[in-house]
């Protein structure tokens, strides 16, 4: 595949030009044309998109049949921001039902709830048994066993690889926003919200960074031990959307798929790093 411009993922992606995300061009000749991927919603945990007035679907519609989250079709992946790990999945943990979760929870835990099929749904648990989380385009305080809706949850503290925020910070970070909805949101879906609250950081926001055609953001799928692809993205804001349509579809839907877009001399091989931009991939030293 090389350096040759070619459509990796799914139609709902546009192409638009982009300079080399390295910052110079080889041949001399101006900018390089690259692969710029604009997602155009998260449907998160039902069929009615969070952000619908802001972010009109344009795929088709998706089955959101609530079946028991099976851990084996969890894709491994890892977040990089250039060199550096940012977010790192590898042997998910189990999941845990509401009751026994609420018994492992302290306040400004990051929660994440799991249906095979549904977009995992993130909230900050606040304490006395009740979470805030974005919900249908409005930020909610409810209980964690009314949020769950029957599903198996997880503490997911340690995915994001940043620096958190003291709890009590995080709590009030979340409990501020309650009542946030439709247009005064800044954040795309429940784990983007969730995830600055505890975090702090800008670019979970909407826009919190500006995309100037450099794509720096690379998130890695580990199929197996061996065989591992790789996509480059602008934002953090762009790669948590692609991560959370993988496991919304399920490691087996999103193999099939990447199978689809490689022709038969352009197989997933150990170490095959896709690059349309002409990027390196990470060095091993700073792998997850």
């Known amino acids: 595949m090389g350096n040759q411009v070619e459509k990796l993922t799914h139609i709902n992606y546009a192409e638009v030009p982009t300079s080399d995300p390295n910052g110079f061009d080889p041949d001399g000749d101006g900018p390089r044309i690259g692969v710029s991927y604009i997602f155009s919603n998260d449907d998160d945990d039902d069929d009615q998109d969070e952000r619908a007035d802001r972010y009109p ?78 919900h249908r385009a409005e930020i909610k305080n409810n209980f964690l066993t009314d949020v769950s809706q029957g599903k198996k949850g997880r503490i997911v503290n340690a995915l994001y690889r940043f620096r958190a925020l003291p709890p009590e910070v995080i709590v009030r970070n979340a409990l501020d926003h309650v009542g946030t909805r439709d247009r005064e949101l800044s954040w795309r879906n429940s784990e983007c919200f969730a995830a600055w609250c505890r975090f702090g950081k800008r670019e979970f926001k909407i826009g919190g960074e500006i995309r100037i055609g450099k794509q720096p953001y690379k998130l890695k799928l580990q199929f197996s031990e061996k065989k591992n692809h790789v996509l480059e993205f602008q934002s953090l804001e762009d790669v948590i959307m692609e991560k959370r349509r993988n496991d919304q579809i399920g490691k087996v839907a999103v193999t099939q798929e990447l199978a689809n877009h490689l022709n038969s001399t352009h197989e997933i091989k150990g170490d095959y790093y896709i690059s349309c931009c002409g990027a390196t991939p990470p060095p091993s030293s700073h792998r997850c």
């Not at 943990?93 to 249906?115: K, M, Q």
Request: charge should be negative; charged fraction near 25%; proline fraction near 8%.
């Open 57 to 134: 679907p344009e795929r088709e519609p998706v089955n959101h049949e609530e079946k028991p989250f099976d851990l084996q079709d969890e894709l491994d992946c890892a977040i990089y921001y250039r060199e550096e790990c940012v977010y790192e999945r590898a042997g998910g943990a189990a999941a845990h039902a509401p009751e026994s979760l609420l018994n492992r929870c302290r306040p400004g835990d990051l929660l994440e709830f799991l249906a095979t099929g549904q977009y995992p749904h993130w909230a900050v648990y606040v304490g006395d048994f009740q979470v805030v989380h974005l």
